[in-house]
């Protein structure tokens, strides 16, 4: 799964949780800081993601404010 939705991306996450249960893997955009209002940090990625057995193995960071991170299923 894919997601690149300007810092909405907990909001997708919430939305997915059945697909999270058939995929392998996520690629999606992070924040290290709320950017704007409802801007998920990427610890708040991590834990909700981690509900569903995924684990963070890599973080790009393109700059201070946002990066790219791979999760895979435990």
Do not use: H
């Not at 991306?9 to 949780?17: D, I």
């Amino acid at each position: 799964m894919t997601i690149d939705v300007q810092g909405y991306e907990l909001e997708v996450l919430k939305g997915s949780r059945e697909t999270l249960k058939n995929i392998d893997y996520i690629l999606t955009e992070v924040n290290p800081d709320e950017l704007s209002e409802n801007c998920a940090r990427v610890e708040q990625l991590d834990e909700f993601i981690g509900r569903f057995n995924f684990q963070r193995v890599e973080t790009n960071w393109e700059g201070e404010t946002w990066g790219d991170a791979f999760y895979l299923k435990r």
